[in-house]
């Protein structure tokens, strides 16, 4: 429904908050291919940032070429999109940030 709508703010906020992980791989799928995950990731507060972080390692997965993409992909576009990620600002986000980097690692 947010997609249809352009609302890619919303949609994101849909990933974050309990999609499924086929949803919300799909809805950041869909994103990336109109160019819109940078827009729906931007300037995101902490709170988002560190959600998106904690959904992105739940629902990884080593070994599938999409989902490996689209990880990378949303990694990237957070780190580089949000300024409380440069250089993360609480304790909180310095350690999700390191479990990316671990789990990037792997």
């Keep these: 429904v947010y997609l249809r709508?352009?609302?890619y703010r919303k949609a994101i906020?849909?990933?974050v908050n309990g999609?499924?992980?086929v949803q919300g791989w799909s809805v950041i799928d869909e994103l990336l291919q109109r160019g819109s995950?940078?827009?729906a990731m931007s300037e995101q507060g902490e709170e988002f940032c560190l959600?998106?972080?904690r959904w992105l390692?739940?629902?990884y997965t080593n070994?599938?070429?999409?989902?490996?993409?689209?990880?990378?992909?949303?990694?990237?576009?957070?780190l580089d999109h949000n300024r409380c990620l440069?250089?993360?600002c609480t304790a909180a986000l310095t350690d999700a940030v390191g479990m990316l980097e671990r789990r990037v690692a792997q």
């Design 51 to 53: 959600n998106m972080i």
């Design 13 to 15: 906020d849909f990933v």
């Design 86 to 88: 440069q250089p993360p």
């Design 63 to 78: 070994g599938e070429t999409l989902k490996s993409r689209l990880f990378e992909e949303c990694v990237h576009t957070l």
């Design 5 to 7: 709508k352009f609302e």
């Design 57 to 59: 390692l739940k629902n």
């Design 37 to 39: 995950l940078a827009a």
């Design 19 to 21: 999609a499924d992980p």
